[in-house]
């Protein structure tokens, strides 16, 4: 049983496609700026509240985009939506998402970057896409599983990562774990 420290809708449906049972135990944690502590946060406190399961994992995951070196949060109104996609246009940027699981034996993270290149866009694809509402609550202000996938000219890493939960990663994660439900116990059956 993995416990999610997310209400994000994209991560559930990512977990639940690596085949594991979960719940949702959404995290009341401030964010701060670095992913990596955020996801850590997100997990500790689940943990706190929930408690760890018994061959489980509380899993905290959170996601930020870096254009240049600089982070990009989430934009506060539509204006500085706009203003992000007129720095990504026809530009490379980094999403990272980082990943902190905790079990009952300690603390695991997983960290993993994919590179994103937006296609050279025009003020009427910009305003189409503020105008869609898509980039409320979304690092970089844009959602690459929806809409915002018209305005990517190419990836390169784990598309996943970019949706919010790095499932290659984390599948490997989950394997070393013994948490994988293709995993085997030591009599060789499958969980």
């Known amino acids: 049983m993995i416990l999610l420290a997310s209400r994000s809708p994209q991560r559930r449906a990512l977990l639940g496609a690596l085949g594991v049972e979960f719940r949702v135990v959404v995290s009341q ?4 700026t670095n992913p990596l502590d955020n996801a850590r946060a997100k997990a ?29 949060g989430k934009p506060a109104d539509a204006g500085e939506a706009l203003a992000m996609l007129r720095n990504l246009s026809g530009r490379a ?9 905790v079990t009952q034996t300690g603390e695991h ?9 937006f296609r050279r866009l025009s003020e009427d694809a910009m305003d189409w896409y503020v105008g869609t509402g898509e980039w409320r609550d979304r690092a970089g202000g844009y959602a690459i599983q929806g809409s915002g996938a018209t305005l990517v000219e190419s990836i ?6 970019i949706v ?10 989950f394997e070393q774990l013994g948490l994988a439900p293709w995993a085997t116990d030591r009599a060789g059956e499958t969980r």
């Open 156 to 161: 390169e890493g784990d598309h996943s990562t």
């Open 44 to 72: 500790h406190d689940a943990a706190a509240r929930a408690g760890v399961p018994s061959g489980g994992a509380v899993l905290g995951a959170d996601t930020e985009v870096l254009l240049d070196g600089a982070v990009l």
């Open 29 to 32: 944690v401030e964010e701060g």
């Open 164 to 173: 919010g939960l790095p499932v290659g990663a984390l599948a490997g994660a």
């Open 93 to 101: 940027h980094v999403v990272r998402t980082a990943v902190c699981l």
């Open 109 to 117: 993270d997983v960290v993993d970057d994919a590179r994103v290149t």
